[in-house]
């Protein structure tokens, strides 16, 4: 089984930046997608970011539009998300996912689309 790991995630003040990265444990593993999902205690984990991996179109929830920007490296089997003018709401747990699924748009926000999934990484911004 293919496991993601990430890391990257720390405690910073409002207004910082940090760059969570993750990659799969196989080299050669396919995957139309990946992703970044964040879940704070007690809420169901929600979609930030997402990115086709052959094409790498991207897709970002409304909240993180102009401040975070997801990548990929190709050669280096990673995805990354940027986060930069960091806010409070954005502590969470921050996890990485991957869908072997062909999804666009409002497919690849959707939770259910992801079979492979990372640890978390906790991300804690305070103000």
């Known amino acids: 089984q293919v496991q993601l790991v990430e890391s990257g995630g720390g405690l910073v003040q409002a207004g910082d930046s940090l760059r969570l990265s993750c990659a799969p444990s196989?080299?050669?593993?396919?995957?139309?997608?990946m992703g970044w999902f964040r879940q704070e205690p007690g809420k169901e984990r929600a979609f930030v970011a997402a990115?086709?991996?052959?094409?790498?179109?991207?897709y970002y929830t409304d909240s993180v539009k102009g401040r975070f920007t997801i990548s990929r490296d190709i050669a280096k089997n990673t995805v990354y998300l940027q986060m930069n003018s960091l806010k409070p709401e954005d502590t969470a747990v921050y996890y990485c996912?991957?869908?072997?699924?062909?999804?666009?748009?409002?497919?690849?926000?959707?939770?259910?689309?992801?079979?492979?999934w990372g640890q978390g990484t906790q991300v804690t911004v305070s103000s």
């Open positions: 196989a080299r050669t593993f396919s995957r139309y997608a």
């Open positions: 996912a991957a869908t072997t699924n062909d999804c666009s748009g409002y497919g690849c926000s959707q939770r259910l689309q992801y079979g492979y």
């Open positions: 990115i086709t991996w052959r094409f790498g179109i991207p």
